[in-house]
């Protein structure tokens, strides 16, 4: 009973905590950028106390946001992407006007050699636990419901940023936009947003949305529509996906060999001859005219064509794009899962953007923990772990980061 009431008694201390640094971060005078026609956005709140989501919020001006986020201190802030006559009625009642075409770039939907090193599950009821994403069954008990605890390490979060980069080359090559239309974003988490905020593209209805998403991802590319049909790599200069297929057909060659080649279902001869002529056809990489690939057939020159435009293909969250009633985060606010802070990237800084460093919005100062389980993290130019069952003194930054993880529990002083 006694352990029972002191647990609880933590983690009520764990909740007023976090609820502090986040207030004092609302009460600092920094800037939140705010979307386009403001007025005309719902606004939502998800609370710290009981995971309350407030809806249907609205607003005139900057000051009256603000004021709103010292009086909620919410453990997430949302805006619409979708503009409205009236942003404080029920949905039906909202009356669409438009909405900003919005991407999710999420490390959840990269698959990356660390998350065995870092994400964990725990059945939920027999308990089994394992590493990397959730199974479909537990393999004990098999049942469907897990607890995963999921982490972002500088791997996970540069794959992150490559699909955003693959992405920004599309929006401006292919769909003729200039870096000044484009926002992107670091999510405060484990991803990356990209947003444009258009008159006509906020007109593109759901059918409109999901052809960009096909085109995007690659889905439906007909590579004999594209005069891909026969084994020659087009000019690295042309536009489009056959400009991409072509640069990704030479970067495809950099890193094969034999073995590789095999696992994919090339013929150990195919195979060898690829290699013998690799040389040569990266060495006319920026020729202008077709490169012919000797001694592949044509099941083969599919499955290198497959291979390239999966690649290539940007890794969003398709169900996310098409959605023109989307809410996303409100840029310069906190993450309630890491203790974080949504920034918004110059493009032209994007390549050395670092957001373990830029999204940190806690300096100075030190707190003690009890830290039950986590992996080596790394906040600004600090490394902390890997811990278990520890008792450790940290930043505030990273004590927040565990504790809003749930990693970890204040430690109680007398």
Known sequence: MKRKQEERRNKIQTKEFIRDRFAEYYQRPESIKLPSSLERREFAFLLLEGGIMRRHEGFRNAEEVRVALRKLVPAHVYYSTAVYENPEREMDAKGWLGADLFFDIDVDHIPTPCEKKHDTWCCTNCREKGVGAPPENCPKCGEQKFDDATWACEVCLESGKKEAIKLIDILKADFGLSSDEIEVAFSGHRGYHVTIEDPIIQKLDQSARREIVDYVIGVGFEPKAHGLERASIPSSGEHGWRGRIAEGIFDFLQNANVGKLRELGFKKKSAETIIN??????????????????????????????????????????????????????????????????????????????????????????????????????????????????????STAAALFLLCKRAAKLKETN
């Open 277 to 394: 002529e690799k040389d040569n056809l990266l060495k006319n990489r920026k020729n202008r005219k077709e490169l012919r690939i000797q001694g592949i057939n044509s099941q083969e020159w599919e499955i290198m064509l497959r291979k390239v435009i999966e690649n290539r293909a940007v890794k969003i969250d398709t169900v996310v794009t098409p959605d023109i009633h989307r809410l996303i985060r409100l840029a310069d606010t906190l993450h309630g899962k890491t203790g974080l802070k949504k920034v918004i990237v110059p493009i032209s800084d994007i390549d050395s953007f670092d957001p373990l460093k830029s999204a940190v919005a806690f300096k100075g100062g030190s707190i003690r923990l009890l830290v039950s389980e986590a992996p080596e993290f790394r906040l600004g130019d600090d490394r902390y772990g890997p811990f278990k069952d520890a008792e450790v003194e940290l």
